[in-house]
């Protein structure tokens, strides 16, 4: 059976750091890319970061390029996002997907955790 979970977020003050954890049963998360996306309320679900399955690589969106990064651990079956110097703007529900390569829009990804919460808030 298929699982695939986020874990990791929380409150943290403007400046702060979170790592975002997401790990995945019944599949094999190196043989895929994997997306971290974002969504505030009312707002559109956002790409902020992938990583592809072939040679690492690695994408960020503009808003988060240079505080975020993206990075797997096959062994573990993990896919982490560091975030550092966050930001009230970075509050949102944030997921983890899963597809065959990056892709810049959530529809051509298959496997979606739940999400988590992050909140940057004084």
């Known amino acids: 059976q298929v699982h695939f979970a986020e874990s990791g977020g929380g409150l943290v003050q403007p400046g702060g750091s979170l790592r975002l954890s997401c790990a995945a049963s019944?599949?094999?998360?190196?043989?895929?890319?994997i997306g971290w996306f974002r969504q505030a309320p009312g707002k559109e679900r956002e790409e902020v970061s992938c990583i592809s399955v072939t040679d690492g690589s690695s994408y960020y969106s503009d808003s988060v390029k240079g505080r975020f990064t993206i990075s797997r651990d096959n062994a573990q079956n993990t896919v982490y996002l560091q975030m550092h110097s966050l930001k009230p703007e970075d509050t949102a529900v944030y997921f983890c997907?899963?597809?065959?390569?990056?892709?810049?829009?959530?529809?051509?990804?298959?496997?979606w955790g739940q999400g988590t919460q992050v909140t940057v808030s004084s």
């Open positions: 019944g599949f094999s998360l190196s043989d895929y890319a």
């Open positions: 997907a899963a597809t065959w390569r990056c892709f810049p829009t959530a529809r051509e990804y298959i496997y």
